[in-house]
């Protein structure tokens, strides 16, 4: 059975950008593979360093990973920090990543930018301890969303790296994958890029947010004046909103504020007030469970040492191959 391996950061509440481009998929490969599941607080740390950020931020993912049907009895659910197997992997993958290529990762570029005065060692190596997640279990799939790619690409090129270096097959290959084939990238309500934590409130739909915060945003979405000739191409910002009506709504629905669009006719208030309703659907199952697994500590603090004792199995099979290969033999 093939190995699948994702993880979701400790930054915070998650939003739909979550849930399509990685939840959903987990959902689906529970049942098919050996999946492993996890909250990565470590990653966390190089933009969220303090313990206020850490002590909710973790109990909050694991809340919402089994709010939204991830089953620990079918998937292993852990947080990254209880394996102390993956830092070691990091360190022996460390050895063999170059600066050059670090530094000409999009995801560190764009960290650069966003935060000039926080260019910390770890951001630099971000893809390196991603990649020690992954290859610790062999993975060969990682459902995540588009903007993960590259970072796929660098776990796959250390992997091969080792290979090569030891000469043996040792690490898989792992990929990126989305059950609709191509990886997915949920807008945000900003009318810009992605939907993100980051990105600045209101451009985030969050799975625990109550319908009557999913209007607001929603209705404060940006847009334009309007269609000025029929079968026109959208501006981005309406776009977007025709993205999340696509992954949101149903295939009539879309179908109707296309054609409303392409001859004039739509009314971007209806369109809204749709697409919040159908956002307040999608979520409601998700959204009804969250408060009362919150409450149940016990059964998290289960949850989480069932898990990482089962990850921790696998993992540690792992990092004595690797030692043995490194020749880690003493005497
Ligand atoms: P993080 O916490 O940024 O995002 C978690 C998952 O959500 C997906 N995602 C999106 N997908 C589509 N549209 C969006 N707007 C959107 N925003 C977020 C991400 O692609 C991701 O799948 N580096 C990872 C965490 C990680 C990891 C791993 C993942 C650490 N180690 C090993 C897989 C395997 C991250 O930044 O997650």
């Given at each position: ?33 050996n999946c492993f599941f996890f909250i990565a607080d470590y990653h966390s740390l190089t933009t969220h360093p303090t313990p206020e950020n ?278």
């Amino acid at each position: 059975m093939e190995t699948v391996v994702s993880g979701i950061r400790s930054t915070g509440k998650l939003h739909l950008g979550n849930y399509y481009g990685a939840i959903k998929n987990f959902l689906k490969m529970q049942d098919e593979y050996n999946c492993f599941f996890f909250i990565a607080d470590y990653h966390s740390l190089t933009t969220h360093p303090t313990p206020e950020n850490l002590h909710g931020s973790v109990k909050q993912v694991l809340v919402e990973y089994l709010a939204a049907g991830i089953d620990p009895e079918r998937s292993t659910i852990y947080v990254q920090s209880d394996l102390p197997q993956i830092p070691e992997l990091y360190l022996f993958l460390n050895m063999n990543a170059y600066m050059g290529e670090l530094e000409r990762s999009t995801s560190f570029k764009d960290k650069v930018r966003a935060n000039p005065d926080n260019v910390n060692a770890g951001l630099l190596t971000y893809p390196v301890l991603m990649a020690a997640d992954i290859l610790i279990h062999k993975a060969t799939k990682v459902p995540v969303g588009k903007d993960q790619e590259q970072h796929l690409e660098m776990a796959r090129t250390f992997g091969n790296r080792f290979n090569r270096l030891y000469n043996n097959e040792y690490f898989p290959e792992p990929y990126a994958f989305n059950f609709t084939e191509k990886l997915v990238k949920i807008p945000g309500l900003d009318g810009k890029g992605k939907m993100g934590k980051s990105e600045g409130e209101g451009n985030a739909v969050y799975l625990s947010d109550s319908p009557e915060v999913i209007r607001k945003k929603v209705m404060r979405a940006v847009t334009d004046s309007g269609p000025t000739e029929p079968n026109m191409a959208k501006p981005d910002e309406i776009q977007n909103l025709f993205d999340l009506l696509k992954v949101v709504s149903n295939d009539e629905t879309y179908k109707y504020f296309d054609e409303s669009y392409n001859n004039c006719q739509i009314r971007y208030g209806d369109l809204k007030k749709q697409l919040a309703e159908d956002m307040t659907i999608a979520t409601e199952p998700v959204r009804n469970r969250i408060e009362e697994i919150a409450a149940n500590t016990s059964y998290l603090k289960e949850v989480s040492a069932y898990g990482a004792e089962k990850a921790r199995a696998s993992a540690a099979k792992t990092i004595n191959e690797v030692r043995e290969i490194i020749g880690f033999k003493k005497f």
